[in-house]
């Protein structure tokens, strides 16, 4: 890479990071100044909060379109310095999509059984019937979660247009793709903190709050980074990023259905422990990808 293209790239990213976090942060700054508050007294999200979350949702999307007008990077929809929103299923780049809405369940249903295989007592074969109405609903959530992910992609897409649209190639042209997905995710996973400190994902009564969570978000932003760039580079759309980062919001399980909160006990009772065991299966597949790809790219340039 030139010193040009470095300084170039360089200076794209310092604008998308300033414009993106400058619309979101101050989104989020604002609420908390307000007062209001994140959770109800019953520990489900407000309404206000969840129209926060979506809004900063998309202001990653709004920081690359904004970022690419300074620039003078222009807005093409596909093909090599664009937005990324073609989409091209040829030559087997279904097996992406696939893939994008077909893990979050593997990984989710995986996670569930890893927390019950450490803690047999929260197993609770009739505790589906105080969550869901119809005992039916907890067999077929799976799917019901991957149709509403699917449906509702389009604000996860406010996030993969700007973190892996736009984000990562100027990252893994700086550092390569194994840095790259590092540094990128730890930035993913900071822009969260605001939530976090809320308590988005985690609550607020966990050991080390709030600076576990912080830590904890990093870390899945890591792992589910890699996944999701992965997804993005070889089909070349930011399309299979926002499927399954959307299906994954869906926590789409059917054993979380006879998991029963009040008989977990010990460490895993901590959201932020609990939170790591879950996405275990998640660390060994997005670490089972990358030696993969890596292995594959040291191949082609042999």
């Not at 996030?159 to 892996?164: F, H, K, V």
């Not at 930035?187 to 609550?203: C, D, E, R, S």
């Not at 089909?235 to 959307?246: E, I, Q, T």
Request: charged residues 15%; glycine residues 10%; aromatic residues 14%.
């Amino acid at each position: 890479m030139t010193d040009t293209g470095r300084k170039n790239a360089i200076r794209s990213l310092l604008i998308y990071f300033g414009v993106t976090f400058a619309l979101s942060w101050g989104m989020f700054f604002a609420f908390i100044l307000s007062g209001r508050e994140f959770m109800d007294s019953s520990g489900n999200y407000t309404r206000i909060s969840d129209i926060l979350c979506t809004m900063g949702m998309l202001c990653p999307a709004a920081g690359a379109i904004i970022t690419r007008y300074i620039t003078k990077e222009g807005h093409k929809l596909s093909a090599e310095n664009s937005l990324m929103l073609g989409i091209d299923l040829k030559n087997k780049k279904y097996l992406f999509y696939l893939a994008a809405v077909l893990l979050p369940w593997v990984y989710t249903e995986l996670g569930s059984l890893l927390k019950i295989i450490l803690n047999p007592g929260c197993f609770d074969s009739q505790y589906f019937r105080e969550v869901a109405s119809d005992e039916r609903l907890a067999y077929i959530f799976p799917l019901m979660g991957i149709v509403s992910g699917v449906f509702f992609s389009i604000c996860a897409l406010g996030e993969e247009l700007g973190w892996r649209g736009y984000m990562m190639p100027q990252m893994i042209k700086l550092f390569g793709t194994p840095k790259a997905i590092i540094i990128g995710g730890i930035i993913w996973g900071v822009w969260h903190w605001p939530l976090t400190y809320m308590g988005h994902n985690f609550g607020t009564d966990y050991k080390g709050y709030p600076f576990a969570g912080f830590a904890a978000m990093a870390f899945l932003c890591i792992i589910e980074g890699a996944v999701l760039t992965f997804l993005t580079v070889k089909s070349g759309s930011v399309w299979p990023a926002a499927l399954m980062h959307a299906v994954g919001n869906t926590i789409p399980s059917i054993l979380q259905f006879f998991i029963n909160p009040e008989k977990v006990t010990g460490v895993m009772s901590d959201s932020v422990v609990s939170f790591y065991i879950h996405f275990i299966p998640l660390l060994i597949i997005s670490v089972g990808i990358c030696i993969i790809w890596k292995n594959f790219s040291d191949k082609a340039k042999q």
